[in-house]
């Protein structure tokens, strides 16, 4: 509404091509193909009024009454010709604006904005024609690119005007704009000529589509391929995440733990309760909600975690096939926990405002800003495990009791104590992967069952115990199965992995990393 206030105040000093009563009729009154066809007239030379009456018909603020149309604000009338007060009859009655109408008005919205002073606002403008290139925008268009000071504004606008001219019946401008296209990097553009080449009757501008077609299909495969990359990082940090709890629990203490995956959902559950909190008694800190959420979802998991080896594993170690199935068992259980308490359905996780949006590195490239965080989340835990591992009383304790427990039972060390630590360590780093993962997707009770299998993966291909191999394994695999995706499709991707991974164990059964030492019986 503010938009609207400060065109009808800019109007009012504006003499020049002005709005009539009878334009603003035909607008908004009619057939829909009449309303457009008086739409684009007016719009070629359009005044600031015409962008205030267009912007009321955006919003259903116009309503018709007396032969007349009326601007209504406040509920109050507005002459959209004079910018002026007007009594709205008493049979005034809202006009109707269509999808199809609501598109051309946004269009023609769009292409007012090219002579905007903000060059952000031009810069949307262009965005928004190169979506719905038409050739009734031509004479606009064309003067914006005369006018235009910002060289790479004025770069696209001339893409948005060869667009246009794709359409035109004359042969000549169609052949023109082929080859104006061929420097294009933006992907709407393939589909443009995609999309063209079935409806054109000449051989040689389809030919030059052709080419066209190809140069741009070649300038963006570099925007894919960094795409599937950085995919492939994103989904490997994700698994990076999920296995470096399962690096301590199975690689370090060797507990098939299935109950891994739950204890992720713990993390997840213990964000999105967070958030419920942030949202109820502090709405003004929202924004800051995960922050505080990383602790609670590590403090959570790793609790369950420490009442789970206390209770129930420590009885078990030595015992694999015992261990696997009481965690299995424990799982289960923790998933009929989970939705007695907060229900079978999924639970909306929010993103606070500073991890929505992206970057746009290239026009058909952009690196969604959660999925950064997440990345960088990821090595972030990473070093922290390492130093903890390697630099501190802890991870001298865990290492040695791990390498020889009766040894270090022997030093002193108290063994029991250690198993607890270690394994709450892992299970609060699954709830780390937790909380970052209800930064992706849906938050439900089958959330860890989704990963567990991929992240015994990453620990058995990277060599059990290594945390180099962690990292590399989940890495290799998030962007192996990015890349196979792209050409075999999602099913055939996971198949694809799985068999590689089959292979490779056959032919290397300690995995990319194994553990230095001598053996007893050499």
């Given amino acids: ?48 009024k015409t962008a205030a009456f267009l912007q009321a018909l955006g919003d259903d603020a116009v309503k018709a009454g007396g032969g007349k149309v009326f601007i209504v604000q406040d509920g109050k009338g507005i002459d959209p010709v004079t ?33 905007s002073t903000d060059a952000k606002l031009r810069r949307e403008a262009v965005a928004a024609l190169q979506k719905e290139p038409d050739e009734s925008r031509l004479p606009m268009i064309e003067k914006a690119f005369a006018g235009e000071q910002n060289a790479g504004i004025k770069e696209q606008l001339g893409l948005v005007r060869a667009a246009a001219l794709l359409g035109s019946s004359d ?39 052709q080419l066209s ?51 992720m959902m713990i993390g997840a559950y213990a964000t999105y309760v967070v958030q419920g909190v942030f949202r109820k008694y502090l709405p003004g800190a929202f924004d800051w909600y995960l922050v505080a959420a990383v602790p609670v979802a590590f403090a959570a998991s790793a609790f369950v975690g420490a009442v789970l080896e206390r209770g129930i594993i420590r009885f078990l170690y030595g015992r694999p096939l015992e261990t696997l199935l009481a965690t299995w068992g424990i799982s289960l259980a923790l998933m009929q926990l989970v939705r007695t308490i907060f229900g079978a359905q999924n639970v909306g996780v929010e993103n606070p405002s500073w991890m929505s949006g992206g ?25 922290g495990m390492a130093f903890l591992i390697a630099k501190t009383r802890l991870g001298l304790f865990v290492r040695g009791v791990t390498q020889n427990r009766p040894i270090a039972s022997c030093m002193g060390v108290n063994t029991a ?24 997707g849906n938050v439900g009770p089958d959330l860890g069952q989704a990963y567990i299998v991929d992240a015994f993966m990453v620990v058995v291909l990277g060599g059990v115990g290594q945390l180099a191999g962690t990292v590399y394994a989940a ?28 292979v490779f164990i056959q032919k290397r059964p300690q995995g990319l990393f194994a553990v230095k030492g001598r053996s007893a019986e050499a």
């Fill in 417 to 440: 104590r250690v198993d607890t630590y270690a394994f709450a360590l892992g299970s609060g780093i699954a709830g780390l992967a937790g909380c970052a993962l209800s930064q992706i």
């Fill in 1 to 48: 509404m503010k938009r609207l206030l400060f065109l009808l105040a800019a109007a009012a000093c504006v003499h020049a091509h002005a709005l009539t009563a009878d334009e603003a009729k035909a607008i908004a009154l009619g057939e829909t193909d009449a309303r457009i066809e008086a739409l684009n007239k007016a719009v070629t030379t359009a005044d600031d």
């Fill in 475 to 502: 890495l290799g695999l998030g962007i192996l199965n990015k890349f196979i995706e792209g050409w075999a499709g999602a099913v055939l991707a996971k198949i694809a992995v799985l068999v590689l991974i089959v």
């Fill in 359 to 383: 970057v746009a590195v290239l026009d058909n490239l952009q690196l969604p800003w959660n999925r950064i965080v997440i990345v960088g989340f990821a090595f972030a835990v990473l070093g």
């Fill in 213 to 263: 077609l190809r140069q741009v299909e070649s300038r963006l495969a570099w925007g894919d391929r960094l795409g599937a990359i950085f995919s492939g990082v994103s989904l490997g940090s994700i698994l990076l995440l999920v296995a470096l709890g399962l690096a301590i629990t199975y690689g370090l203490m060797g507990v098939i733990n299935m109950a891994h995956g739950e204890l």
């Fill in 83 to 115: 910018g002026q007060a007007a009594e709205l009859p008493t049979d005034a009655e809202d006009v109707v604006t269509n999808n199809r109408m609501r598109g051309e008005i946004d269009s023609a919205l769009a292409s007012l904005k090219l002579f």
């Fill in 171 to 209: 042969k000549a401008r169609r052949l023109e704009a082929a080859q104006l296209l061929a420097g294009s990097r933006n992907a709407a553009t393939k589909t443009l000529l995609i999309d063209r080449l079935g409806s054109e009757p000449e051989a040689d501008v389809k030919a030059a589509l």
